[in-house]
């Protein structure tokens, strides 16, 4: 797999359909999903413009992190268990699966004692399907609004993972996600302050740009079929 060409085709691609809906694909950021990938390929995707990487295992961050802290800005995008916050909260730039109260409160918690504010997107389960994790589309209002009382942590927008089918047939579901985001944008809330909608993948980056994400979740697509035998380090 050719990195460096990856990224420009992907490049290409988001700007051929930004522009078709004009929207400027300068303000839709390429996060590189780097799960299952070693730090010598993460270095290569860093060399040809990435700034930002994904991973969505706690263990597989912190081994990656010492290598790369300097280099690129690390974000946490899988399921999160509670009891590892405190492991990535001085190391993420934003926590993008954020899906109850209980982790929030967990959160908030780590972030304070590390006198910081903790930027999160909501995950939002927007096929309601069982398989997935995220906050069903009918609750997410009144779950941003539940989260009021933490002071340490800033509400930057919304993620999902759509269900997994043809491009086009995803289309209704990312159109849903930014019915959703323009409204809870709106909510008057302190630690509110939407900037992300953190939609798309491999699969159906293109639409998801089309529909309104500025962060594109990017795996397959740039470091090719991922390894899961693979010895990570
Ligand atoms: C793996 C993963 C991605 C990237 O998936 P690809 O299909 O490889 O692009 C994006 N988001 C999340 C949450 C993931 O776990």
Redesign the pocket.
Known sequence: MDIRLNLEEIKNNIEVHARKVNRNPDDILIMA?T?TVDVERIQEAIDNGITDI?E?KVQELIDKYPALKDKVQFHF??HLQTNKVKYIIDKVKMI??LDSIHLAQEINKRAHSNNIVMDCLVEVNIGSEESKYGIDPLNVMDFIKSLESFDNIRIRGL?T?APFMEPEQVRPYFKKMKELFDCAKSINQKNVDFKYLSMG???D?TVAVEEGSNIV?????IFGK?LYNMEVK
């Open positions: 999903v799960k994904g969505n995008i899988g993008h699966s993620m993972v993948m491999t699969n980056y979740r990017i795996g397959t697509g991922r």
